[in-house]
Every structure is written in C-alpha cells, then in structure tokens.
C-alpha cells in the first residue's frame, strides 16, 4: 500500500466535495451538510487544511435551533433530487428554528470527540472559547428534551437519529407503527444507488409517517416524547453522547468553566448503562424500546459501540470478545465472510451484506470500534479493524459501505467519511 498516494487521493476526494461552504458526504446522492458526517470531515481536513476543518464546523454550527439542538441536515443550498427537501420538513411552524433550513431532527452528537481530537494536535484554543457554548446548548438540549425517563440516558425518535437507518434493531419497534396515512413523497435514494443498496420500501413509508407526525406536532420536544411513535434508548447513541461528554468536560477544564452540570451528566448515564443495556444472559448490550417497555433483543455490532466510551467493565469487556467477536457464527470472518466487521451479526436472519446497515462494513462504525478497542488495550482486534478498513478503502476506492464478503464497494462513490478517516488513519504512519 502506497500510504502517500491513499492520502492524496482522499485529500481529492475531500476537496472535489467541498462547496466552499460545507463539505458533501457523497457527490450526488448526499448534497446537503449532515451533523456527524461534517464533524468527521473536519477531523480528515485538520491534518492538511485546519482553517477549512474549522469553517466545516462553523458551518454545521449555523444550522443551531435556539433551543439547542443540532440538526442532522443542514441545507446550504438548494434545490437538489434529494429527498426530504428543505420543505418537506415545514421546521418554520417551531419558533425555535434557524434561519437556514434544516431538517427537525438530530444524529449522534460525536462534534465535540472530534474538536478535542483536532485541539490535541493542533492547538485550537480560540475555537475552542468560539463553539463551546454551542456545543454546551446541545448536550444540555439532548439531557432535557430526549431524557424521556430521567435515567440520564437519551432517546431518539427516528431511526435516523441513529445514524444506522434500517439496522434491524428498529424492525420490531418500526412493524408496530401502522401509518393511518402518508405525505405524498418521491424517494431521491435510489436515483443514485441501486434500490438493492438502501432501505426497503416499507421502512421508508415508516420514516416518511414519522416525520408527519413531528411535523403536526410542530417539533415540540414534550409533545414528541410523549406521541412519537418511535421511542429508543439506542446503545451507540448513548456511548457516543457519554464519549462526547466526557471530552466537553475536557474542554471545559482547558477554558476554566464550570464542570458541574456535565459531571452530572456522567454520573447519571454511567448509574444507569449497564442497568439499562447489558443483558447477563446474552453478554451484550441491546438497545430498549421505550413504547414497548422491552429490550430489542437483536445482535448487531453496536454491541461493542459502548467500547468508545469506556463503560463496560473488564469482565463485560473481555465476554464481548470471547463470545461475539471472535463468535465466527457472528463476527468472526469465515470462508464467506472476509473483511471486519460486519453491521449485523451474520446469524440474524435479517442479515443482508449489501443493504445499508444490514450487514455492509462501514468505516465510520469501524472507526468508532478501532478507537474503543485501543481504549480497552485490546491492540490486535483494533489493528485487524484498521488493517482491514484499509485494504477495503485502497482496493475499492472511497465508498460508502461495503460488502463484508469480497470488500466490493456499495453506496455513495466518493464518500467523504472514508476519505476523511482514512487521513486520520494514516497521518501517523506517514510522520
């Protein structure tokens, strides 16, 4: 592998999508800013252009609600074939929207994981004391408006905000919903992708009925919490959110603020993770469908996602290797399966290896795994994980997804994330 040359062409793949004013996550099938994507960007583009990383984030942070949430879709500019459009979402009937359009909800909250690992390189100090009080706004905004319980834990309230739209986590608490009716709608995803790439048409009705009923509840944090047909504590979602609270606390500390609600925060969710997530008899963590008052009992590798924040106990932790990660019914690689780590354990029948987050290997989800595998020591799985992202990124371009079976791409050509993690991956190798 030409490490020179890998970053290079991710350096091409980052500026051919930059627009001057955010970067897109794919060419054509993604044109808009979206929340975590944009946050990953910004961490690629640190290690070449750190003024343009930063203008990537400030212009994340344009799309602001006054309330304090950061939505998952910024739209800079518009018109374009994707859907939902800028209108669709009817964010105007909140008073708290922005001024530029966005769409009403939000995605894992992973921006201030990132700007501390930019400041830990690259000294950011100002821009720290610039976005810090956004920053605070949204987790303070996701601790009050998505702690539908108290626990301390967050919810979402579309399988979007998960980041991992049709994981099949969501199919159970997804077949409950029976929408009465639905929005006249075109979908955009398949004019770019193959159909056999993105979600199902029945998931995607589903998605669509969602927004409708956010859309008549006018985006009200209560009113949500309270009609929202989808209602999920989601295990990646939480380990991102305590990871991220864990590294605003740092940059609290860096600029002499007070800690004290955020030390709340963490005390909270760590009280009540393991309570809430792990099952004994399973030795996972499961996400929990609040509507149905159950654990969704589905294996998929968010299971090692909370890794990323620390939370498992060496005990949970070395059970999560011995018994799903090197399980080659599961996530073992076998005759068929070559390439870590697929999305969906291979024993779930709902494991599909092309489509979206049914089984595809994604980057950004290796990423997260590789950061907390190193964080527990476990040196060799996390170096097989980056060894293995690597080869798929050099062998089949910067793709969206990609197949666990033969590391064929799927998705997006040109992805953004790949590219950026990619830089992030081997900026070390080549110092």
Same mark, same amino acid.
């Given at each position: 592998?030409?490490?020179?040359?890998l970053?290079?062409?991710?350096?091409n793949?980052?500026?051919?999508?930059?627009?001057?004013? &955010?970067?897109?996550?794919?060419?054509?099938?993604?044109?808009?800013?979206?929340?975590?994507?944009?946050?990953?960007? *910004?961490?690629?583009?640190?290690?070449?252009?750190?003024? /343009?990383?930063?203008?990537?984030?400030?212009?994340l942070?344009?799309?602001?609600?006054?309330?304090?949430?950061?939505?998952?879709? %910024?739209?800079?500019?518009?018109?374009?074939?994707?859907f939902?459009?800028?209108?669709?979402?009817?964010?105007?009937?909140?008073?708290?929207?922005? *001024?530029?359009?966005?769409?009403?909800?939000?995605?894992?909250? %992973?921006?201030?994981?990132?700007?501390?690992?930019?400041?830990?390189?690259?000294?950011i100090?100002?821009?720290?004391r610039?976005?810090?009080?956004?920053?605070?706004?949204?987790? /303070?905004?996701?601790?009050?408006a998505r702690?539908?319980?108290?626990s301390?834990?967050?919810?979402?309230?579309?399988?979007?905000?998960?980041?991992?739209?049709?994981?099949? #986590?969501?199919?159970?608490?997804?077949?409950?919903?029976?929408?009465?009716?639905?929005?006249?709608?075109?979908?955009?995803?398949?004019?770019?992708?193959?159909?056999?790439?993105?979600?199902?048409s029945?998931?995607?009705?589903?998605?669509?009925h969602?927004?409708?009923?956010?859309?008549?509840?006018?985006?009200?944090?209560?009113?949500?919490?309270?009609r929202?047909?989808?209602? %999920?504590q989601?295990?990646?979602?939480?380990s991102?959110?305590?990871r *991220?609270?864990?590294?605003?606390?740092?940059?609290a500390?860096?600029?002499?603020?007070?800690?004290?609600?955020?030390?709340?925060?963490?005390?909270?969710?760590?009280?009540?993770?393991?309570?809430?997530?792990?099952?004994?008899?399973?030795?996972?963590?499961?996400?929990?469908?609040?509507?149905?008052?159950?654990?969704?009992?589905?294996?998929?590798?968010?299971?090692?996602?909370?890794? &990323?924040?620390?939370?498992?106990?060496?005990?949970?932790?070395? #059970?999560?290797? *011995?018994?799903?990660?090197?399980?080659?019914?599961?996530y073992q690689?076998?005759?068929?399966i070559?390439?870590?780590?697929?999305?969906?354990?291979?024993?779930?029948?709902?494991?599909?290896?092309? /489509?979206?987050?049914?089984?595809p290997?994604?980057?950004? &989800?290796?990423?997260?795994?590789?950061?907390?595998?190193?964080?527990?020591? &476990?040196?060799?799985?996390?170096?097989?994980?980056?060894?293995d992202?690597?080869?798929?990124?050099?062998?089949?371009?910067?793709?969206?997804?990609y197949?666990? /079976?033969?590391?064929?791409?799927?998705?997006?050509?040109?992805?953004?994330?790949s590219?950026?993690l990619?830089?992030?991956?081997?900026?070390?190798?080549?110092?």
């Amino acid at each position: 592998m030409d490490i020179s040359d890998l970053i290079l062409r991710a350096q091409n793949v980052l500026r051919s999508n930059d627009t001057g004013v &955010f970067t897109k996550p794919g060419p054509r099938q993604y044109p808009h800013q979206w929340n975590w994507d944009s946050a990953i960007i *910004a961490l690629g583009l640190s290690h070449f252009d750190l003024p /343009r990383a930063l203008t990537e984030i400030r212009s994340l942070l344009r799309g602001q609600w006054g309330d304090g949430m950061i939505p998952h879709v %910024v739209y800079h500019q518009s018109p374009s074939d994707y859907f939902p459009s800028p209108a669709f979402w009817q964010i105007e009937t909140n008073p708290n929207a922005p *001024a530029v359009p966005t769409s009403g909800i939000t995605q894992p909250p %992973v921006l201030a994981t990132i700007i501390r690992k930019i400041h830990s390189r690259s000294p950011i100090l100002n821009f720290i004391r610039e976005t810090y009080p956004a920053l605070l706004r949204w987790h /303070r905004w996701l601790h009050t408006a998505r702690d539908a319980d108290g626990s301390g834990l967050v919810c979402i309230i579309h399988p979007w905000e998960s980041g991992t739209d049709d994981s099949p #986590r969501w199919l159970s608490a997804m077949s409950a919903i029976a929408p009465p009716d639905v929005p006249p709608f075109q979908r955009g995803d398949t004019i770019h992708v193959s159909a056999s790439e993105r979600p199902h048409s029945a998931d995607y009705v589903r998605f669509i009925h969602l927004i409708d009923v956010f859309r008549r509840n006018r985006y009200d944090p209560a009113a949500l919490l309270s009609r929202s047909p989808f209602l %999920v504590q989601d295990v990646l979602f939480n380990s991102i959110l305590y990871r *991220a609270n864990e590294d605003l606390r740092a940059l609290a500390l860096e600029l002499g603020e007070p800690t004290g609600e955020i030390d709340g925060w963490l005390d909270k969710m760590r009280a009540r993770f393991d309570a809430r997530f792990w099952d004994e008899t399973h030795g996972s963590y499961f996400d929990f469908d609040l509507r149905a008052d159950k654990p969704i009992l589905v294996n998929t590798a968010m299971t090692f996602a909370p890794f &990323f924040a620390g939370l498992p106990d060496p005990t949970k932790a070395r #059970r999560l290797i *011995a018994e799903h990660w090197q399980n080659p019914r599961e996530y073992q690689p076998d005759k068929n399966i070559r390439y870590r780590v697929t999305t969906t354990s291979k024993a779930e029948s709902a494991w599909e290896p092309r /489509r979206y987050w049914r089984g595809p290997v994604w980057i950004i &989800f290796n990423w997260i795994l590789w950061d907390g595998l190193k964080r527990y020591g &476990f040196d060799d799985p996390a170096e097989e994980l980056r060894r293995d992202s690597l080869e798929l990124v050099a062998r089949s371009g910067f793709r969206e997804y990609y197949d666990p /079976r033969d590391g064929s791409g799927c998705g997006s050509t040109d992805f953004s994330w790949s590219a950026a993690l990619t830089i992030e991956w081997l900026a070390g190798d080549r110092e």
